[in-house]
Each structure stands twice: as structure tokens, then as C-alpha cells.
């Protein structure tokens, strides 16, 4: 990751500054932690899903959009709210 940050620093900006180099490590770390949370999530939503497929189909439908639900509009929100914290302090 440093060394494609190198790259990026040295292509984009030739290294004039470090803004490019930020926001892209700033950007692979939210996305790794965004994939972290939503592995956990969605390993916990399956259990539930099993759990609620036991009394319905129906129920174990509801239970997974739900979650699927909970995921995409948390890593949306985390992604929006580190892109509107990285603007704001670029402006």
C-alpha cells in the first residue's frame, strides 16, 4: 500500500504535496475497515437468518434483506462521512 501510495504522490502530484498521497491512504484504510465491519455483520445477520429459517421462510427473508439493508447504508454513511471530513479539510 505505501509503495502504491509512492506512485500515486509521484505521478499525480509530482511531489509538489502530500494531498493525493493522504487522501488515497485515507481511503484504503476506511475501505478496509468498512470491509471488516461489514464481514462482521453479515457473519452475524447469517446466524440470525438460520436461526429465524428454523420458523419461516418468510421471516428468514425479511431477517437477511434487513441486514443486507444495515450493511449498505452504514458503509455508505462511513464512506460519505470520511469524504466530507476530507473535503472540509482540504478546502
Not at 484504510?29 to 446466524?47: E, L, P, Q, R
Amino acid at each position: 500500500m505505501i509503495i502504491i501510495a509512492g506512485i500515486v504522490w509521484v505521478c499525480v502530484d509530482g511531489l509538489n504535496g502530500a494531498y493525493t498521497t493522504f487522501a488515497f491512504v485515507l481511503g484504503a484504510v476506511t475501505s478496509m475497515a468498512c470491509g471488516a465491519f461489514g464481514m462482521y455483520i453479515a457473519t452475524y445477520s447469517n446466524f440470525r437468518t438460520t436461526i429465524c429459517a428454523k420458523i419461516s421462510l418468510g421471516y428468514a427473508f425479511k431477517t437477511a434483506y434487513r441486514a443486507g439493508v444495515v450493511i449498505g447504508f452504514a458503509l455508505v454513511s462511513v464512506s460519505l462521512a470520511v469524504l466530507l471530513a476530507l473535503i472540509k479539510t482540504y478546502q
